[in-house]
């Protein structure tokens, strides 16, 4: 088994007034070449938006790019057409594929909006640029993993050009649940959204990451309330 441990506080910042970002991996001008990606999973950052401010329109291919809003509300608009808003609860897929261009925006105008940015390569290039948002209220649960993403068009949560199935827990103090990966090959990488936990050994709060990778399973116990990402990812593309 090998581990490689991010803590909030030495990942990538960069605040823009009515942006403020932080990169576990190398984006924009924060570029540090030991935390370039964990396997196919190439961003993960964490952004909060001044209200009423958000990305203007820009272009992407051959991405997967996923949302999910941890606080408020934000707009979405899409050379697909697509006119959306996504807000906590809920989960947002992208398939950039042959290329398109989009824009967020916080939709509200008195408090900011506070979402993940996750980038992961796909397993095949130049597909069709696809869209797609979930609620994921009625599928949660407490003490235990949920499925928020997978490669399979008919599984729980939205679906992914790539070999990745994302789950989020919420657990109580003292709870705990094991993941089994459902790919022999791939590595874990888990992101403290709230509280904290123990996984492998190691403790971590808020914002902390943990790769995880030769293995098939990790255990998470929660020793405080706590809100835990896992995201299944390749380790080679």
Known sequence: MNTVVHKAETRGNANHGWLNSHHTFSFANYHNPERMNFGVL???????????????????????????????????????????????????IMSAGTGITHSEYNKNKDKEVKFLQ???FPKDKNVTP???????????????????????KDDQGVWIHQDAWFH??????????????????????????????????????????IGVWNT???????TGFARVLLMEVPMSF
């Not at 797609?132 to 993403?149: A, G, P, V």
């Not at 089994?180 to 914002?207: M, T």
Request: hydrophobic share 35%; charged share 30%; net charge negative.
């Open 42 to 92: 190439r961003v993960l950052n964490d952004d909060r938006v001044q209200a009423g401010m958000g990305f203007g329109t820009h272009p992407h291919d051959n991405m997967e790019i996923i949302s999910i809003p941890l606080e408020g509300d934000l707009e979405h608009k899409d050379s697909m057409g697509n006119v959306t808003v996504i807000k906590e609860g809920d989960v947002q």
């Open 216 to 222: 098939d399973s990790i255990s998470v116990t929660a």
């Open 130 to 152: 696809r869209y797609d948002q979930i609620s994921i209220r009625d599928i949660e649960k407490t003490n235990e993993f949920y499925q928020i993403l997978s490669p399979n």
């Open 118 to 120: 996750i980038w992961v």
């Open 168 to 209: 989020i827990g919420k657990f109580n103090a003292g709870k705990s649940d094991e993941y089994k990966l459902q790919k022999p090959g791939n590595g874990i990488y888990a992101f403290i959204l709230e509280g904290e936990v123990e996984i492998q050994g190691e403790s971590l709060s808020k914002r902390d990451g």
